[in-house]
Protein backbone atom coordinates (compact mmCIF):
# COMPACT_ATOMS: atom_id res chain seq x y z
CA UNK A 1 0.00 0.00 0.00
CA UNK A 2 1.53 2.97 -0.84
CA UNK A 3 1.87 6.09 1.74
CA UNK A 4 -1.01 8.43 2.55
CA UNK A 5 1.41 11.67 1.63
CA UNK A 6 2.31 10.12 -1.81
CA UNK A 7 -1.46 9.13 -2.50
CA UNK A 8 -2.31 12.79 -1.36
CA UNK A 9 0.42 14.22 -3.48
CA UNK A 10 -0.90 12.04 -7.02
CA UNK A 11 -4.26 13.61 -6.25
CA UNK A 12 -3.18 17.66 -6.32
CA UNK A 13 -1.31 16.69 -9.33
CA UNK A 14 -3.80 15.34 -11.14
CA UNK A 15 -6.92 17.95 -9.88
CA UNK A 16 -4.19 20.28 -10.93
CA UNK A 17 -4.49 19.23 -15.05
CA UNK A 18 -7.96 18.70 -14.71
CA UNK A 19 -8.32 21.89 -13.48
CA UNK A 20 -6.14 23.30 -15.89
CA UNK A 21 -8.15 21.22 -18.47
CA UNK A 22 -11.18 22.55 -18.13
CA UNK A 23 -10.19 26.35 -17.93
CA UNK A 24 -8.89 25.89 -21.43
CA UNK A 25 -11.94 24.28 -22.58
CA UNK A 26 -14.25 27.49 -21.28
CA UNK A 27 -11.90 29.73 -23.34
CA UNK A 28 -12.56 27.69 -26.08
CA UNK A 29 -16.66 28.09 -25.87
CA UNK A 30 -18.91 30.35 -24.36
CA UNK A 31 -21.10 27.41 -23.00
CA UNK A 32 -21.18 27.39 -19.42
CA UNK A 33 -18.60 25.40 -17.68
CA UNK A 34 -19.89 21.83 -16.57
CA UNK A 35 -20.55 20.83 -13.25
CA UNK A 36 -17.22 19.36 -11.19
CA UNK A 37 -17.49 15.71 -11.80
CA UNK A 38 -17.61 12.99 -8.91
CA UNK A 39 -14.09 11.75 -9.77
CA UNK A 40 -12.89 15.72 -9.60
CA UNK A 41 -14.98 16.17 -6.17
CA UNK A 42 -13.52 13.32 -4.20
CA UNK A 43 -9.86 14.61 -5.50
CA UNK A 44 -10.45 17.84 -4.39
CA UNK A 45 -10.88 15.71 -0.48
CA UNK A 46 -7.85 14.81 0.75
CA UNK A 47 -9.73 13.45 3.55
CA UNK A 48 -10.04 10.39 1.40
CA UNK A 49 -6.66 9.44 1.08
CA UNK A 50 -5.87 10.04 4.91
CA UNK A 51 -7.89 7.68 7.72
CA UNK A 52 -9.57 10.11 10.48
CA UNK A 53 -9.45 8.91 14.11
CA UNK A 54 -11.99 7.15 15.22
CA UNK A 55 -13.11 7.71 18.84
CA UNK A 56 -14.39 4.25 20.40
CA UNK A 57 -16.07 5.66 23.70
CA UNK A 58 -17.68 8.51 21.35
CA UNK A 59 -21.06 6.74 22.41
CA UNK A 60 -20.14 7.00 26.10
CA UNK A 61 -19.25 10.59 26.56
CA UNK A 62 -21.66 13.37 27.44
CA UNK A 63 -19.31 16.03 25.27
CA UNK A 64 -16.34 15.51 23.30
CA UNK A 65 -13.70 16.75 26.12
CA UNK A 66 -15.73 14.39 28.55
CA UNK A 67 -14.51 11.38 30.11
CA UNK A 68 -16.51 7.78 29.00
CA UNK A 69 -19.42 6.64 31.09
CA UNK A 70 -19.18 4.23 33.26
CA UNK A 71 -20.94 3.13 36.41
CA UNK A 72 -18.96 -0.19 36.83
CA UNK A 73 -15.96 0.82 36.45
CA UNK A 74 -16.62 3.70 38.87
CA UNK A 75 -17.09 1.09 41.66
CA UNK A 76 -14.45 -1.33 40.48
CA UNK A 77 -11.87 1.84 40.22
CA UNK A 78 -13.61 3.06 43.63
CA UNK A 79 -12.56 -0.91 45.10
CA UNK A 80 -9.06 -0.38 43.80
CA UNK A 81 -8.24 2.61 45.87
CA UNK A 82 -9.84 0.59 49.01
CA UNK A 83 -7.33 -2.06 47.98
CA UNK A 84 -4.61 0.51 47.29
CA UNK A 85 -5.20 2.05 50.65
CA UNK A 86 -5.25 -1.52 52.65
CA UNK A 87 -2.28 -2.61 51.10
CA UNK A 88 -0.06 0.53 52.44
CA UNK A 89 -1.43 -0.39 55.69
CA UNK A 90 -0.23 -3.46 55.53
CA UNK A 91 3.41 -2.53 54.49
CA UNK A 92 3.48 0.15 57.15
CA UNK A 93 2.55 -2.54 59.60
CA UNK A 94 -0.93 -1.67 60.95
CA UNK A 95 -2.74 -4.28 62.43
CA UNK A 96 -5.79 -3.15 61.77
CA UNK A 97 -4.94 -3.62 58.00
CA UNK A 98 -5.16 -8.05 58.46
CA UNK A 99 -8.70 -8.19 57.43
CA UNK A 100 -10.82 -11.22 57.29
CA UNK A 101 -13.84 -12.26 55.94
CA UNK A 102 -14.48 -12.70 60.26
CA UNK A 103 -13.65 -9.53 60.86
CA UNK A 104 -16.35 -8.40 57.99
CA UNK A 105 -18.92 -10.05 59.62
CA UNK A 106 -17.65 -9.05 63.28
CA UNK A 107 -17.77 -5.58 62.07
CA UNK A 108 -21.05 -5.80 60.57
CA UNK A 109 -22.75 -7.03 63.73
CA UNK A 110 -20.59 -4.55 66.20
CA UNK A 111 -22.55 -1.12 64.13
CA UNK A 112 -21.22 2.13 64.53
CA UNK A 113 -18.29 3.79 67.20
CA UNK A 114 -16.45 6.65 67.50
CA UNK A 115 -12.42 6.60 67.25
CA UNK A 116 -9.66 7.46 68.83
CA UNK A 117 -7.48 8.64 65.54
CA UNK A 118 -5.42 11.69 65.78
CA UNK A 119 -7.08 15.45 64.86
CA UNK A 120 -5.14 15.32 61.31
CA UNK A 121 -5.86 11.81 60.34
CA UNK A 122 -9.86 12.33 60.98
CA UNK A 123 -9.76 15.83 59.57
CA UNK A 124 -7.70 15.88 56.96
CA UNK A 125 -6.30 12.10 56.41
CA UNK A 126 -9.92 10.82 55.88
CA UNK A 127 -11.43 13.32 53.80
CA UNK A 128 -8.63 13.31 51.01
CA UNK A 129 -9.06 9.59 51.23
CA UNK A 130 -12.51 10.32 50.20
CA UNK A 131 -11.59 12.08 47.50
CA UNK A 132 -10.50 9.53 45.33
CA UNK A 133 -13.52 7.97 45.98
CA UNK A 134 -15.53 10.77 45.09
CA UNK A 135 -12.98 11.10 42.07
CA UNK A 136 -13.17 7.35 40.56
CA UNK A 137 -17.13 8.84 39.81
CA UNK A 138 -15.98 11.82 37.95
CA UNK A 139 -13.58 10.60 36.52
CA UNK A 140 -15.92 8.02 34.55
CA UNK A 141 -18.29 10.44 33.65
CA UNK A 142 -20.89 10.47 36.62
CA UNK A 143 -21.76 13.81 38.14
CA UNK A 144 -21.66 15.13 41.19
CA UNK A 145 -24.56 13.67 43.12
CA UNK A 146 -23.81 10.66 41.44
CA UNK A 147 -20.01 10.73 42.54
CA UNK A 148 -20.85 11.66 46.13
CA UNK A 149 -23.06 8.49 46.03
CA UNK A 150 -20.13 7.02 45.11
CA UNK A 151 -17.87 8.45 47.58
CA UNK A 152 -20.46 7.30 50.38
CA UNK A 153 -20.00 3.54 49.04
CA UNK A 154 -16.65 3.53 49.37
CA UNK A 155 -16.51 5.44 52.88
CA UNK A 156 -19.21 2.71 53.96
CA UNK A 157 -17.06 -0.25 52.18
CA UNK A 158 -13.80 0.56 54.19
CA UNK A 159 -14.97 1.19 57.15
CA UNK A 160 -16.52 -2.04 57.28
CA UNK A 161 -14.15 -4.49 54.90
CA UNK A 162 -10.98 -1.97 55.40
CA UNK A 163 -10.09 -2.37 58.50
CA UNK A 164 -10.33 -4.53 61.73
CA UNK A 165 -11.88 -1.81 63.89
CA UNK A 166 -15.35 -1.17 64.31
CA UNK A 167 -16.79 1.00 61.80
CA UNK A 168 -16.51 4.86 62.60
CA UNK A 169 -19.38 7.12 62.02
CA UNK A 170 -17.31 10.33 62.72
CA UNK A 171 -14.91 8.32 60.21
CA UNK A 172 -17.93 7.94 57.06
CA UNK A 173 -19.48 11.55 58.03
CA UNK A 174 -15.64 13.05 57.14
CA UNK A 175 -14.81 10.97 54.46
CA UNK A 176 -17.63 11.46 52.50
CA UNK A 177 -18.58 14.50 52.73
CA UNK A 178 -15.26 15.92 53.08
CA UNK A 179 -14.41 13.60 50.11
CA UNK A 180 -16.93 15.56 47.94
CA UNK A 181 -15.89 19.23 48.94
CA UNK A 182 -11.96 17.91 48.18
CA UNK A 183 -12.77 15.91 45.31
CA UNK A 184 -15.23 18.20 43.50
CA UNK A 185 -12.54 21.27 44.24
CA UNK A 186 -9.45 19.07 43.35
CA UNK A 187 -11.47 18.04 39.93
CA UNK A 188 -11.77 20.91 38.80
CA UNK A 189 -8.43 22.60 39.97
CA UNK A 190 -6.68 19.50 37.78
CA UNK A 191 -9.16 20.80 34.51
CA UNK A 192 -7.89 24.23 35.22
CA UNK A 193 -4.50 22.81 34.39
CA UNK A 194 -5.19 20.80 32.06
CA UNK A 195 -5.27 22.39 27.80
CA UNK A 196 -6.78 19.62 25.93
CA UNK A 197 -6.21 22.15 22.46
CA UNK A 198 -1.95 21.74 21.98
CA UNK A 199 0.20 19.03 21.88
CA UNK A 200 3.55 18.00 22.44
CA UNK A 201 5.72 17.68 25.44
CA UNK A 202 3.76 20.94 26.85
CA UNK A 203 0.52 18.98 26.91
CA UNK A 204 2.11 16.39 28.75
CA UNK A 205 3.21 17.78 31.23
CA UNK A 206 0.58 19.78 32.36
CA UNK A 207 -1.54 16.31 32.32
CA UNK A 208 0.82 14.94 34.41
CA UNK A 209 0.38 18.12 37.01
CA UNK A 210 -3.21 17.39 36.87
CA UNK A 211 -3.06 13.92 37.94
CA UNK A 212 -1.30 14.81 41.11
CA UNK A 213 -4.23 16.66 41.89
CA UNK A 214 -6.99 14.28 40.53
CA UNK A 215 -4.86 10.58 40.27
CA UNK A 216 -7.71 8.60 39.50
CA UNK A 217 -9.38 10.93 36.66
CA UNK A 218 -5.47 11.57 35.16
CA UNK A 219 -4.93 7.56 35.24
CA UNK A 220 -8.00 7.13 33.05
CA UNK A 221 -7.16 9.96 30.50
CA UNK A 222 -3.88 8.19 29.78
CA UNK A 223 -4.94 4.53 29.92
CA UNK A 224 -7.92 5.97 26.94
CA UNK A 225 -5.54 8.53 25.23
CA UNK A 226 -7.82 11.25 26.39
CA UNK A 227 -4.60 12.88 27.56
CA UNK A 228 -3.19 13.27 23.88
CA UNK A 229 -6.97 13.73 21.99
CA UNK A 230 -7.29 17.48 20.85
CA UNK A 231 -10.65 18.64 21.88
CA UNK A 232 -12.63 21.73 24.04
CA UNK A 233 -12.27 21.14 27.68
CA UNK A 234 -16.12 20.54 28.92
CA UNK A 235 -18.05 23.31 29.04
CA UNK A 236 -18.92 23.00 32.82
CA UNK A 237 -15.19 22.74 33.40
CA UNK A 238 -14.36 25.72 32.34
CA UNK A 239 -15.26 28.88 35.44
CA UNK A 240 -16.89 32.14 34.00
CA UNK A 241 -14.26 34.07 36.39
CA UNK A 242 -11.14 33.21 37.74
CA UNK A 243 -9.00 35.24 40.48
CA UNK A 244 -6.74 34.42 43.40
CA UNK A 245 -3.40 35.51 45.06
CA UNK A 246 -0.79 34.17 47.16
CA UNK A 247 0.71 35.64 50.05
CA UNK A 248 3.48 35.48 52.11
CA UNK A 249 4.55 36.86 55.76
CA UNK A 250 4.25 36.82 59.50
CA UNK A 251 1.76 35.78 61.96
CA UNK A 252 1.69 36.59 65.53
CA UNK A 253 -0.74 34.75 68.12
CA UNK A 254 -1.51 35.29 71.54
CA UNK A 255 -3.45 34.11 74.46
CA UNK A 256 -5.86 34.34 76.95
CA UNK A 257 -3.48 35.04 79.42
CA UNK A 258 -0.39 36.75 76.88
CA UNK A 259 -2.16 38.45 74.06
CA UNK A 260 1.12 40.73 73.08
CA UNK A 261 3.83 38.60 73.94
CA UNK A 262 3.43 35.84 70.60
CA UNK A 263 6.71 35.02 69.00
CA UNK A 264 6.46 35.77 65.06
CA UNK A 265 5.67 32.45 62.83
CA UNK A 266 6.35 32.56 59.19
CA UNK A 267 3.58 30.88 56.93
CA UNK A 268 2.39 31.26 53.62
CA UNK A 269 -1.25 30.99 52.46
CA UNK A 270 -2.95 30.52 48.97
CA UNK A 271 -6.69 31.54 47.93
CA UNK A 272 -8.46 31.01 44.97
CA UNK A 273 -12.00 31.94 43.64
CA UNK A 274 -13.12 30.23 41.24
CA UNK A 275 -16.53 31.27 39.35
CA UNK A 276 -18.85 33.93 39.94
CA UNK A 277 -20.66 33.34 43.82
CA UNK A 278 -22.29 36.88 43.92
CA UNK A 279 -24.88 36.49 40.63
CA UNK A 280 -26.44 33.86 38.54
CA UNK A 281 -28.81 31.12 38.91
CA UNK A 282 -26.96 27.88 38.56
CA UNK A 283 -27.63 24.31 39.36
CA UNK A 284 -24.30 23.24 38.52
CA UNK A 285 -22.34 22.39 42.13
CA UNK A 286 -18.94 24.36 42.80
CA UNK A 287 -19.29 25.89 39.49
CA UNK A 288 -18.50 29.14 41.81
CA UNK A 289 -15.90 28.00 45.23
CA UNK A 290 -13.69 29.54 47.42
CA UNK A 291 -10.66 27.86 48.94
CA UNK A 292 -8.13 28.80 50.94
CA UNK A 293 -5.35 26.81 52.12
CA UNK A 294 -2.16 27.98 54.77
CA UNK A 295 1.17 26.81 55.31
CA UNK A 296 2.89 27.10 58.43
CA UNK A 297 1.77 29.60 60.74
CA UNK A 298 1.50 26.96 64.10
CA UNK A 299 1.40 23.74 62.13
CA UNK A 300 2.42 22.23 58.55
CA UNK A 301 -0.73 23.13 57.21
CA UNK A 302 -2.48 25.05 59.78
CA UNK A 303 -5.56 26.28 57.88
CA UNK A 304 -7.82 24.97 55.04
CA UNK A 305 -10.84 26.15 54.18
CA UNK A 306 -13.71 25.19 50.73
CA UNK A 307 -16.79 26.88 50.42
CA UNK A 308 -19.23 25.62 47.12
CA UNK A 309 -21.42 26.84 46.03
CA UNK A 310 -24.34 24.18 45.79
CA UNK A 311 -27.35 26.18 43.90
CA UNK A 312 -27.39 30.20 42.75
CA UNK A 313 -30.59 32.07 42.79
CA UNK A 314 -31.02 35.67 41.81
CA UNK A 315 -34.04 37.34 43.88
CA UNK A 316 -36.46 39.40 42.26
CA UNK A 317 -34.28 42.79 42.96
CA UNK A 318 -31.26 41.93 40.76
CA UNK A 319 -29.16 43.26 43.62
CA UNK A 320 -29.48 40.26 45.87
CA UNK A 321 -28.57 36.67 45.41
CA UNK A 322 -29.82 33.49 47.30
CA UNK A 323 -27.07 30.81 47.63
CA UNK A 324 -27.06 26.92 49.26
CA UNK A 325 -23.18 26.18 49.80
CA UNK A 326 -21.65 23.15 51.55
CA UNK A 327 -18.39 24.08 53.66
CA UNK A 328 -15.25 22.44 54.70
CA UNK A 329 -13.19 23.38 57.86
CA UNK A 330 -9.70 22.98 59.29
CA UNK A 331 -8.15 24.61 61.33
CA UNK A 332 -4.85 23.28 63.37
CA UNK A 333 -2.13 25.14 65.43
CA UNK A 334 -0.17 25.87 68.66
CA UNK A 335 -3.35 27.08 70.16
CA UNK A 336 -6.40 25.13 69.15
CA UNK A 337 -7.76 22.99 66.82
CA UNK A 338 -11.38 22.86 65.05
CA UNK A 339 -13.27 20.90 61.99
CA UNK A 340 -16.10 21.29 60.87
CA UNK A 341 -18.51 19.61 57.52
CA UNK A 342 -21.25 22.23 57.20
CA UNK A 343 -24.24 23.58 54.44
CA UNK A 344 -25.36 26.51 55.12
CA UNK A 345 -28.00 29.07 53.21
CA UNK A 346 -26.32 32.78 52.39
CA UNK A 347 -28.75 35.96 50.84
CA UNK A 348 -25.80 38.51 49.43
CA UNK A 349 -26.16 41.82 48.29
CA UNK A 350 -23.84 43.79 45.78
CA UNK A 351 -23.75 46.96 45.25
CA UNK A 352 -21.72 49.38 42.75
CA UNK A 353 -20.55 52.27 44.76
CA UNK A 354 -18.84 54.14 41.85
CA UNK A 355 -17.21 53.18 38.89
CA UNK A 356 -14.41 51.53 40.02
CA UNK A 357 -15.38 50.64 43.73
CA UNK A 358 -17.86 47.74 44.48
CA UNK A 359 -19.84 46.75 48.02
CA UNK A 360 -20.66 43.00 48.56
CA UNK A 361 -22.40 41.93 51.96
CA UNK A 362 -23.54 38.50 52.33
CA UNK A 363 -24.83 36.80 55.84
CA UNK A 364 -25.96 33.29 55.84
CA UNK A 365 -26.62 30.18 58.47
CA UNK A 366 -27.01 26.69 58.62
CA UNK A 367 -26.16 23.11 59.91
CA UNK A 368 -22.99 21.80 61.06
CA UNK A 369 -23.35 18.16 59.93
CA UNK A 370 -20.31 17.01 62.48
CA UNK A 371 -17.66 19.29 64.17
CA UNK A 372 -14.50 18.82 65.81
CA UNK A 373 -12.97 21.10 68.86
CA UNK A 374 -10.07 20.40 70.95
CA UNK A 375 -11.01 19.72 74.38
CA UNK A 376 -9.20 18.70 78.00
CA UNK A 377 -11.44 16.89 80.57
CA UNK A 378 -12.21 18.79 83.72
CA UNK A 379 -9.02 18.74 85.99
CA UNK A 380 -6.57 18.19 83.06
CA UNK A 381 -4.90 21.72 82.31
CA UNK A 382 -2.50 20.78 79.61
CA UNK A 383 -2.14 18.01 76.67
CA UNK A 384 0.33 15.30 76.89
CA UNK A 385 3.35 16.32 74.42
CA UNK A 386 4.59 12.79 73.85
CA UNK A 387 1.97 10.03 73.67
CA UNK A 388 2.43 6.63 74.37
CA UNK A 389 2.70 4.65 71.07
CA UNK A 390 -0.12 1.70 71.49
CA UNK A 391 0.27 -2.35 70.25
CA UNK A 392 -2.00 -1.11 67.29
CA UNK A 393 1.09 -0.27 65.08
CA UNK A 394 2.44 2.94 62.70
CA UNK A 395 -0.24 5.53 62.58
CA UNK A 396 -3.12 3.88 65.30
CA UNK A 397 -4.22 5.39 67.56
CA UNK A 398 -5.52 4.14 70.65
CA UNK A 399 -6.62 7.13 73.19
CA UNK A 400 -6.91 9.32 74.54
CA UNK A 401 -8.65 11.77 72.59
CA UNK A 402 -8.17 15.22 73.36
CA UNK A 403 -11.19 16.67 70.73
CA UNK A 404 -14.89 16.40 70.84
CA UNK A 405 -16.78 15.39 68.33
CA UNK A 406 -20.90 16.68 67.71
CA UNK A 407 -23.48 18.52 65.40
CA UNK A 408 -24.49 22.29 66.02
CA UNK A 409 -25.20 25.39 63.82
CA UNK A 410 -23.42 27.89 62.18
CA UNK A 411 -23.68 31.95 61.43
CA UNK A 412 -22.19 34.44 59.49
CA UNK A 413 -21.89 38.07 58.07
CA UNK A 414 -19.08 39.13 55.29
CA UNK A 415 -19.05 42.62 54.06
CA UNK A 416 -16.22 43.46 50.93
CA UNK A 417 -15.25 46.50 49.38
CA UNK A 418 -13.22 45.76 46.30
CA UNK A 419 -11.62 48.25 43.73
CA UNK A 420 -10.91 47.35 40.08
CA UNK A 421 -12.61 44.04 41.51
CA UNK A 422 -10.24 43.46 43.92
CA UNK A 423 -10.89 43.42 47.26
CA UNK A 424 -8.90 45.90 49.82
CA UNK A 425 -11.30 46.01 53.08
CA UNK A 426 -12.65 42.70 53.65
CA UNK A 427 -14.83 41.93 57.89
CA UNK A 428 -15.38 38.71 58.74
CA UNK A 429 -17.90 37.45 61.48
CA UNK A 430 -18.74 33.69 62.34
CA UNK A 431 -20.16 31.75 65.53
CA UNK A 432 -20.48 28.33 65.72
CA UNK A 433 -22.18 25.69 68.34
CA UNK A 434 -21.35 22.36 68.93
CA UNK A 435 -22.92 19.89 71.37
CA UNK A 436 -20.39 17.20 71.98
CA UNK A 437 -21.63 13.55 71.12
CA UNK A 438 -18.36 12.19 71.90
CA UNK A 439 -15.75 13.15 74.32
CA UNK A 440 -16.25 15.73 76.91
CA UNK A 441 -19.63 16.41 77.66
CA UNK A 442 -20.46 19.58 76.56
CA UNK A 443 -21.46 22.70 74.79
CA UNK A 444 -19.13 25.13 73.00
CA UNK A 445 -19.36 28.27 71.17
CA UNK A 446 -16.95 29.54 69.50
CA UNK A 447 -16.60 33.26 67.74
CA UNK A 448 -14.50 34.85 65.04
CA UNK A 449 -14.04 37.92 63.99
CA UNK A 450 -11.38 39.31 61.14
CA UNK A 451 -10.43 42.19 59.59
CA UNK A 452 -8.18 42.18 55.89
CA UNK A 453 -6.88 45.34 54.78
CA UNK A 454 -5.07 45.12 51.05
CA UNK A 455 -3.15 47.36 49.43
CA UNK A 456 -1.56 47.21 45.73
CA UNK A 457 1.94 48.57 44.94
CA UNK A 458 2.78 47.52 41.70
CA UNK A 459 0.64 45.68 38.74
CA UNK A 460 0.26 42.18 40.95
CA UNK A 461 2.38 42.71 44.04
CA UNK A 462 0.34 43.85 47.14
CA UNK A 463 0.97 44.30 50.85
CA UNK A 464 -1.56 43.54 53.52
CA UNK A 465 -2.50 42.87 57.18
CA UNK A 466 -5.27 40.81 59.01
CA UNK A 467 -6.04 41.26 62.61
CA UNK A 468 -8.25 38.27 64.12
CA UNK A 469 -9.67 37.33 67.38
CA UNK A 470 -11.06 33.73 68.44
CA UNK A 471 -13.03 32.97 71.50
CA UNK A 472 -14.27 30.20 72.59
CA UNK A 473 -16.62 29.28 75.67
CA UNK A 474 -17.06 25.98 77.13
CA UNK A 475 -20.42 24.81 79.20
CA UNK A 476 -19.19 21.62 80.87
CA UNK A 477 -22.35 19.01 81.64
CA UNK A 478 -21.11 18.56 85.08
CA UNK A 479 -22.75 18.78 88.09
CA UNK A 480 -21.50 21.97 89.22
CA UNK A 481 -22.09 23.50 85.83
CA UNK A 482 -18.41 24.63 85.06
CA UNK A 483 -17.71 27.36 82.34
CA UNK A 484 -13.93 28.48 80.50
CA UNK A 485 -13.62 30.31 78.38
CA UNK A 486 -10.52 30.67 75.79
CA UNK A 487 -9.28 33.90 73.68
CA UNK A 488 -6.67 34.05 70.94
CA UNK A 489 -5.89 37.26 69.54
CA UNK A 490 -3.97 37.01 65.62
CA UNK A 491 -2.10 39.54 63.61
CA UNK A 492 -0.40 38.77 60.20
CA UNK A 493 1.29 40.89 57.62
CA UNK A 494 2.53 39.73 54.50
CA UNK A 495 2.92 40.32 51.08
CA UNK A 496 0.76 39.26 48.40
CA UNK A 497 0.69 38.19 44.36
CA UNK A 498 -2.75 38.91 42.38
CA UNK A 499 -3.55 35.93 40.08
CA UNK A 500 -6.30 37.60 37.66
Not at 130 to 159: D, H, K, P, V
Not at 467 to 473: C, V
Amino acid sequence: MQPAGAMARRASILYLLLTLTGAASVQASDDPPPEPSLLARALESKSLFEQQPVDPHAAKRACPGCPPRSVGRALFQETIVNVFYGAANLIRGQVTARVTPKTWWQNMEQGWVWDLDDFVVNQIGHPYQGNNYYNSGRANGLNFYESSAIAAFGSATWEYYGETNKPSLNDFINTTLGGIAFGETLHRAAWLIRDTGISGRGRTMREISALVLDPVTGYNRFRTGDAKRIVEKPADMVPSALSGFGSAGVLWRGTEHDPFEAAGQAFAEVDLLYGDAQHGRSRTPYDAFGMSLRFGGGGPLSEARLVGRLIGQPMRNPHFQFSVLQAYDFQNNDAYSFGAQSFTGSLGYTEALGSRVDLWVVGSGGLTVLGAIDSLPLGVDEKPVDEVEGSGGQGVSEGPRFYDYGPGSNYSARASLSFDKRPFAIFFYEGRQIFSLDGVRANHFLQHARLDLQWTLHRQLGIGTTAEYFSRHTYYQDEAKTEKQFRFPQFRAYLTWAIS
